[in-house]
């Protein structure tokens, strides 16, 4: 079993102890992500922690969004709570790369992109495949790809 996913159920069972309903109802739904992950798909599998990281980040994104979206309908205890299980779930994710280090590797990409002639919607999706392997669950996708069309300059 993937060393993330033991180190998930091991914290629920210490936050349920704890009587910690947010951190508790949070891995809960961590959880319930990972298992439904697992079973997707023709064939159950479980997941290597790469992949246990891809579902935390998805999971992740899905709070900010949520606590965008109650925060514009004027909703700021919901707001509040999905920004609390936020919190929890980026204490599992890898620690963000920092904006100097993500520049860097989309620059080298680009160079090494720009030296094999491709450009325009050819070029953007070649950078891509040659970043996002080297930031995933390190950087939001939508940061990245919005540094790399402006690196591109498009």
Aim: hydrophobic fraction near 40%; charged fraction near 35%; charge should be negative.
């Amino acid at each position: 079993m993937p060393e993330l996913k033991d180190r998930l159920q091991s914290d629920l069972s210490e936050s349920m102890k704890a009587r910690d309903e947010v951190r508790s109802g949070t891995i809960r739904m961590v959880l319930s992500a990972i298992t439904n992950e697992e079973v997707s798909g023709k064939e159950a599998r479980e997941l290597t922690d790469d992949d246990v990281i891809t579902v935390l980040g998805r999971e992740a994104k899905k709070r900010r969004e949520a606590a965008e979206a109650y925060d514009d309908a004027g909703r700021a205890e919901l707001a509040d709570k999905e920004r609390a299980e936020l919190v929890v779930i980026e204490g599992y994710l890898p620690e963000q790369m920092s904006d100097d280090e993500l520049t860097a590797i989309i620059e080298a990409a680009v160079a090494e992109v720009a030296a094999s002639g491709a450009e325009g919607g050819k070029a953007m999706g070649a950078v891509m495949k040659i970043v996002q392997p080297k930031v995933k669950g390190r950087a939001d996708g939508g940061i990245v790809a919005a540094k790399v069309k402006s690196a591109l300059g498009m």
